[in-house]
């Protein structure tokens, strides 16, 4: 089965990520009656209709001395758009998390591709394992743009050539690069994030450095966001103990 490609789409160019807080079961109430069944048993119910602030250093000490399991039991699924090669990172955390992607098998492609904006550093200095980026030149920028945007160009172009003549999606889509952007949902519970932002963003706070790529971080960002509304007492008590996942 192959598609009948939609006429005249023309390649569009991103700089930035979605990311959607969809669906969510999580509160900082739920870290306290999953960590006091173990002393008060069927009496930790009572947490539920209690104001969580007077546990904060409950949640506090849980988080220092990594009790991890009583930030397992809530739950957030995100929508997120941003590049494939976003995704092939963020898959490498498996513990603790869901995906469902969109299907290239399944679906066409939308021309949707990354460009990365001013703000995005773009040269690499220093031998793997210690380097850093730096901004670049007007020229170097100029550069990435022109030949991401008619590389692109180029390839959607195949692709629709492709689907034209009969070739079946699932074939044709491997004329598409990476910065292609996809959309997936992806559910966790606080800790299966925290453990992904303590690798995947760069903090003031945290005791472990880490080095992750700016388009992932920007996602990590986002969904940070999202969840501090949601678990603010024990988003301090992370940022607390140095952002190191319990």
């Not at 598609?3 to 807080?21: E, G, I, N, Y």
């Not at 380097?131 to 692709?159: C, P």
């Not at 050539?161 to 996809?182: K, T």
Request: glycine content about 6%; some cysteine; aromatic content about 10%.
């Amino acid at each position: 089965m192959s598609d009948t490609p939609a006429p005249d789409l023309k390649p569009s160019f991103r700089s930035d990520v979605t990311v959607q807080l969809v669906k969510h079961s999580a509160s900082d109430t739920d870290v306290l009656w999953a960590a006091r069944v173990s002393t008060a048993g069927e009496q930790s119910l009572d947490e539920l209709s209690k104001d969580p602030e007077r546990s904060r250093g409950l949640i506090n000490y849980l988080m220092r001395d990594r009790h991890g399991s009583p930030f397992e039991h809530n739950s957030m699924t995100f929508f997120i758009s941003a590049p494939i090669f976003v995704f092939r990172e963020f898959m490498r955390h498996r513990v603790g998390w869901s995906y469902n992607e969109e299907s290239g098998r399944y679906r066409e492609l939308q021309p949707v591709f990354y460009v990365p904006d001013a703000d995005r550093k773009l040269v690499q200095q220093g031998r793997p394992g210690k380097y850093e980026f730096v901004e670049g030149s007007e020229e170097q920028r100029e550069l990435t743009a022109r030949t991401l945007e008619n590389t692109y160009t180029q390839a959607y172009e195949a692709y629709q050539e492709m689907l034209a003549g009969g070739v079946a999606r699932e074939v044709a889509r491997a004329a598409l690069p990476v910065g292609l952007y996809s959309s997936m949902y992806a559910t966790c519970n606080a800790r299966s994030l925290m453990n992904f932002l303590s690798l995947r963003t760069q903090h003031e706070l945290a005791t472990v450095p880490s080095f992750p790529q700016r388009e992932i971080e920007m996602v990590g960002q986002e969904m940070e966001a999202r969840w501090a509304e949601l678990m603010p007492l024990t988003h301090a008590a992370f940022n607390k103990n140095g952002r190191v996942g319990p």
